[in-house]
């Protein structure tokens, strides 16, 4: 029987962290945050996950300021260089769906359009873990 669901939440917006974390913890799942890039390199270094939802404005550091950093494209790139999409599914938190497409040809599971229904989000969660499931049992 597999273990309880644990998701990665990679975004620096406080009320954004809040809103998701008390849906992923509804859902049962399991969840760290990493508010920036370093951090988010320090937890997948230590821990397996089962998805990510990672923000493209995400600072590299904790005292990297830039409101228009785009690292999570950076950070994208490192994880496929890792992990297949089966192996560790992606979804990208956007404010630009210029980005999104972007972003889906790098090699992300799917994508939200900020600002997002929460309900939609859970609907791409679902929707991740189902294929991995039965990517699991082919």
Known sequence: MKQQTIALIIEDEDAIIQVVSKKLKSLGHNIKI????DSANFLLKRQTFDYILLDLKIPVTENDMDPDSNTGFNLLQQIREKHTQEELPVIIMTAGITSAVVVMKKGANDFVEKPFKVNELEDKIRGI????QSNEGE
């Open 34 to 37: 990493a508010k920036n890039q």
């Open 129 to 132: 873990l189902h294929a991995e």
